[in-house]
């Protein structure tokens, strides 16, 4: 079992920024991918960015604004969202690929509400 606890989100203006964090715990042998997705209201879950295999990818609409990056001793993955956009409001969902003691494991963590609004 992998817990995520997420923290960082909240109400910001246009042109603003937020760093997202996003704890793994558990009995984690290895991480194969970590990142995060987001969810607006009425819309699908998308992919905003995930490392995986040493590679980052990001969705096209978050390319140069916003960066993600890992602290493997700490199973900790940070999304510094910079330029903010009305249309990157949405809850930001932390995602986790990791071998366990019981295997290989998806996980997501709860959600934390990202608001872009003057």
């Known amino acids: 079992q992998v817990q995520l606890v997420e923290s960082g989100g909240g ?17 984690i ?16 879950r ?6 995986t295999s040493g590679s980052t990818n990001y969705a096209d609409s978050v390319k140069g604004r916003f960066t993600l990056s890992t602290d493997n ?5 940070y999304l510094q969202m910079n330029s903010l956009k009305p249309e990157d409001t949405a809850v930001y969902y932390c995602y986790i690929v990791a071998i366990t ?3 290989l494991i998806h996980s997501w963590g709860q959600g934390t509400q990202v608001t872009v609004s003057s």
């Open 11 to 27: 109400l910001v203006q246009p042109g603003g920024s937020l760093r997202l964090s996003c704890a793994a715990s558990g009995s």
């Open 29 to 44: 042998f290895s991480v194969h991918a970590m990142g995060w997705y987001r969810q607006a209201p009425g819309k699908e």
């Open 46 to 51: 998308d992919l905003v960015a995930v490392i």
């Open 73 to 77: 001793t700490k199973n900790t993955a």
């Open 101 to 103: 003691k019981l295997g």
